[in-house]
């Protein structure tokens, strides 16, 4: 810890900076039901912020490492605070974090992958307001969809996720690169969703429910009916329209 106090006129600014070391420490948050435990690595402050680089620590039984910057240790212009994770995450709490609105692909997704995370709070944000930033392969994580969505685990989707906050209020990003793009809109009943399938970015949703666009090789309707049918069941948006042209049509296993 070091404080330096003029006591003369005209005196520069106090100055107060330090350092803690962290051992096995627990760290929570509430709002997004987050738990840190046996978090190891070096954390300095001063009158302006902290800076955390590279925290060693354990989420939901897996390593992975945290680094916390405020003030003018961010390293982008114009943020309060930003956040950055690197970890093992299962899917289910990936989805989870996207406000619920997307909890009706769970039954349909199961795994663990290696994920980046960064949320970003603007200067003179609100509170709860900001951006998040997740980034993964997707190796490790199945997706038991129809084609053209249907992904074996081993298998590496490069994936990115942009969530503005508050969810509630914000819209969710989706970019899976040639394989679909996803643009949500609101929450609970009001909430929309635009999908695009076989590349390009999805526009913003017309309204409220689930509208598909794009453009796939090939389909079998009566799969996809089941899961759409089985979305809306499970608290997902209902189907308002497709328009999806497709290069070949399966029917009854043809």
């Not at 925290?55 to 939901?60: A, T």
């Not at 909890?103 to 509170?127: E, F, I, N, T």
């Not at 199945?142 to 906050?165: E, Y």
């Not at 509208?211 to 079998?220: A, C, E, K």
């Amino acid at each position: 810890f070091h404080l330096r106090l003029p006591f003369y006129h005209p005196a520069p600014p106090m100055q107060v900076e330090g350092q803690v070391q962290l051992q096995d420490v627990a760290l929570r948050e509430d709002g997004w039901g987050l738990a840190f435990d046996g978090v190891r690595g070096r954390l300095r402050y001063d009158r302006a912020g902290i800076l955390a680089e590279g925290l060693q620590v354990r989420h939901d039984g897996q390593p992975g490492l945290l680094s916390l910057r405020s003030g003018p240790h961010a390293q982008a212009p114009g943020l309060a605070f930003e956040a950055e994770l690197q970890a093992s995450v299962g899917i289910d709490q990936v989805l989870a974090h996207a406000g619920g609105e997307l909890d009706w692909l769970k039954p349909w997704m199961d795994g663990r992958s290696p994920w980046s995370a960064r949320l970003a709070v603007p200067q003179g944000a609100a509170a709860g307001q900001g951006r998040l930033a997740l980034r993964s392969s997707l190796v490790g994580t199945a997706i038991g969809l129809p084609p053209p969505l249907r992904k074996p685990a081993a298998a590496a989707w490069p994936v990115q996720v942009d969530l503005s906050l508050p969810l509630a209020q914000g819209e969710v990003a989706v970019d899976l690169g040639d394989v679909l793009s996803l643009r949500s809109r609101g929450s609970g009943p009001q909430a929309g969703v635009q999908l695009r399938l076989g590349g390009g970015a999805a526009a913003a949703p017309s309204g409220s429910g689930l509208w598909i666009d794009g453009r796939v090789p090939q389909l079998d309707p009566l799969d996809w009916s089941a899961v759409l049918a089985g979305g809306g069941s499970r608290g997902g948006p209902p189907l308002r329209r497709v328009e999806l042209p497709v290069g070949q049509l399966h029917l009854l296993g043809a």
